[in-house]
Every structure is written in structure tokens, then in C-alpha cells.
């Protein structure tokens, strides 16, 4: 089936600007989660949804992050008043997740941010 | 911080060499290990994972030794291809202390020569 996917694939904006990220996640999987990939840095956890829950957002940099999950599903990270620090590839990932703790978290091909 | 230390941040190996990536961490909480393979352009797939009650995981060419003592862990890659060329990240998490968010380490990123 479809895997999870993620718009736009490359986005070009201005310092000050704000900007959404849409994630798509594989269908019928409860949790959702974001993370940010910076040259050189690995993959920084953002914030992640588990069904109805309250999202954790213990990951966000600053308050210009946020992020919504839409009835369950599609999900949006806005980053209001860009910064040139927020320049980065952002990956959504989503899971089934399995009783133990060993659900499989399936990745985007990730939306590259270019701030200028 | 960096709660996982990953190691060497890049490697070379001949065709049908053995590399083999490290990884260590700190916080004894860490129940679930998964490496990730990731190509150019594309999102990170899982490769393997482990939990800290086996010493040693093996799916085809990849293998995970896990060091529960020295909090270690390391993935070896046996008869490598130029097709594996790739970045490889290693990953720790605690349900317990951090729900299911995975701590990455920072990469290594492998060149497999013909």
C-alpha cells in the first residue's frame, strides 16, 4: 500500500515568513510523529501524536512550532516567523503501535526547508 | 544532548568487507534499539532493531551485537555491497521515560567501493 508521504517535497521561503508542512500517514496507523533533520545532526524528535491523546510536543525548538493532526490522520507542522536556524529536512514518520514497544515507525521522504 | 553517541561519523570499505558502526548511550531506561538505513533523497527505513535481553541479532547480511553492560550496541554489515552505500543511523528509546519517540544518533555514512 501507499507509504507515508509528504508535501511539498522542497520549500523555498523568506526569513519572517511562516510555512506549513503537510504529512500524510499510512492509513489505519494511530501514531504520527515528527522530526527534523539538520546536516550533520541525526534526526531531532519534534512532536508526536498517539490517537485522541495530547500530542507530545517536548521536542519543539521554540513556540514558532506547531503542529495539528487532523481527525486522526493528515497531520500540519507550521512554523510561524522563519528563521534561518529552521533550514532543515523534516520527516513525518507513522506506526501501528504494537503492544511492547516495538512498533516499526515508517518515514516520508521528508520536506526540505530552505530559509533565506 | 545527545542521548546516543554514534561512531564513525563516515566509512570506506572494499566490496565483501565487514564495516561495523557503534553506538552508545547513557540512560539505562532505553528498552528498544532499531538502525536505520537511509538513501539519498528518501526518508529512513528500518533496518534491524534489538531489545536489551538478547546479546546478538541477525537478520541476512546485518547483525546487531548489544553490550547490555558497557551500554553499546553495533551494527555489522557482513559481505557488503555497493549497494549499501548509504547513512546508516542508530536509535534508542524508552517507552517508559519518553513515550515512543526515537532518540538518532547522528549518522554514519558508508561508502561500499567495488
Known amino acids: 500500500g501507499a507509504g507515508v508521504s509528504q508535501s511539498p517535497s522542497n520549500k523555498v521561503t523568506e526569513k519572517g515568513k511562516d510555512v506549513e508542512l503537510r504529512c500524510d500517514p499510512i492509513?489505519?496507523?494511530?501514531?504520527l510523529y515528527w522530526y527534523r533533520q539538520s546536516l550533520g545532526q541525526g534526526l531531532e524528535f519534534l512532536i508526536y501524536?498517539?490517537?485522541?491523546?495530547?500530542?507530545?510536543k517536548s521536542g519543539l525548538p521554540s513556540d514558532r512550532f506547531s503542529a495539528e493532526r487532523t481527525g486522526g490522520s493528515v497531520s500540519t507542522l507550521t512554523i510561524q516567523r522563519t528563521q534561518q536556524e529552521d533550514s532543515a529536512v523534516y520527516l513525518c514518520a507513522s506506526s501501528s503501535l504494537l503492544a511492547g514497544g516495538t512498533d516499526t515507525q515508517y518515514f516520508g521522504p521528508g520536506t526540505r526547508l530552505t530559509v533565506l | 544532548q545527545q542521548q546516543v553517541k554514534q561512531s564513525p561519523q563516515s566509512l570506506i570499505v572494499q566490496k565483501g568487507g565487514i564495516p561495523i558502526i557503534n553506538c552508545a548511550y547513557e540512560n539505562t531506561a532505553f528498552d528498544y534499539f532499531p538502525w536505520y538505513q537511509q538513501f539519498p533523497g528518501k526518508g529512513p527505513a528500518l533496518l534491524i532493531a534489538?531489545?536489551?535481553?538478547?546479546s546478538e541479532k541477525k537478520e541476512g547480511r546485518f547483525t546487531i551485537s548489544f553490550n547490555k553492560s558497557a551500554k553499546q550496541f553495533s551494527l555489522h554489515i557482513m559481505d557488503s555491497q555497493p549497494g549499501d552505500s548509504a547513512t546508516y543511523f542508530c536509535?534508542?528509546?524508552?517507552?517508559?521515560?519518553?513515550?515512543?519517540?526515537?532518540?538518532f544518533g547522528k549518522g554514519t555514512s558508508l561508502l561500499v567501493t567495488p
Open positions: 501524536f498517539q490517537g485522541n491523546s495530547a500530542p507530545d
Open positions: 534489538i531489545r536489551p535481553d538478547v
Open positions: 536509535a534508542a528509546r524508552s517507552i517508559r521515560n519518553s513515550g515512543y519517540a526515537l532518540n
Open positions: 492509513s489505519g496507523h494511530t501514531a
